[in-house]
Antibody
Framework: EVQLVQSGAEVKKPGESLKISCTGS????????IGWVRQMPGKGLEWMGI????????RYSPSFQGQVTISADKSITTAYLQWSSLKASDTAMYYC?????????????????WGQGTLVTVSS | QSALTQPASVSGSPGQSITISCTGT?????????VSWYQQHPGKAPKVMIY???NRPSGISNRFSGSKSANTASLTISGLQAEDEADYYC??????????FGGGTKLTVL
């Protein structure tokens, strides 16, 4: 059974750093892209970026480039989303999702399996 | 890179059919056959219902169908059921290795 399990909810202060995780199981982790999606409170979905764990090829939405870092450790089948300095506006639910289709050189255009989400709250 | 445009809400009675539109540009929806639709119930993760404009993943009811004309994609749900009440999001490949989502549509089953 394919599963993506995300790390637990976080409460942080502005300016702090944070790294959340997404652990995949039940499939070949290194051959599927993993994407990250933000959902601010009461708002819609926003595509943040995506990584291919096999070679760590990473692409970012222009809206999130430079704001977050996406990485992966294939030895423990885990992808990460991290911030170096959080802002109150980073408060949101963050989902990881497995790419549907896609190969080493082509981006997936959809997501078939999703993690349960990680709620990040940034407040002073 | 702007979000795709969806109606904020649609509604229908059980058994009826509804259609949700998703309007983009020739740089995203109109330029590629890579439109997906996701269903999200409150407090839950999204679930893919349609990919590549009109393909249903295994296990998705054939009451859900997708189409596209020029820069607008559509999701049609036939034989509405109470369990279909949810938020629906479209997404499209937008070139340059990026994807973009729509703003979401709240479906109410009357």
């Amino acid at each position: 059974e394919v599963q993506l399990v995300q790390s637990g909810a976080e409460v942080k202060k502005p300016g702090e750093s944070l790294k959340i995780s997404c652990t995949g199981s039940g499939y070949s982790f290194i051959t599927y892209w993993i994407g990250w999606v933000r959902q601010m409170p009461g708002k819609g979905l926003e595509w943040m970026g995506i990584i291919y764990p096999g070679d760590s090829d990473t692409r970012y939405s222009p809206s999130f480039q430079g704001q977050v870092t996406i990485s992966a450790d294939k030895s423990i089948t885990t992808a990460y989303l991290q911030w170096s300095s959080l802002k109150a506006s980073d408060t949101a639910m963050y989902y990881c999702a497995r790419g549907l289709g896609g190969t080493l050189t082509t981006l997936p255009k959809s997501f078939d399996y999703w993690g349960q989400g990680t709620l990040v709250t940034v407040s002073s | 890179q702007s979000a795709l445009t969806q109606p904020a809400s649609v509604s229908g009675s059980p058994g009826q059919s509804i259609t949700i539109s998703c309007t983009g540009t020739s740089s995203d929806v109109g330029g590629y056959n890579y439109v997906s639709w996701y269903q999200q119930h409150p407090g839950k993760a999204p679930k893919v219902m349609i990919y590549e404009v009109n393909n249903r993943p295994s296990g998705i009811s054939n009451r859900f169908s997708g189409s596209k004309s020029a820069n607008t994609a559509s999701l049609t749900i036939s034989g509405l059921q109470a369990e279909d009440e949810a938020d629906y999001y479209c997404s499209s490949y937008s070139g340059s290795s990026t994807l973009v989502f729509g703003g979401g549509t709240k479906l109410t089953v009357l």
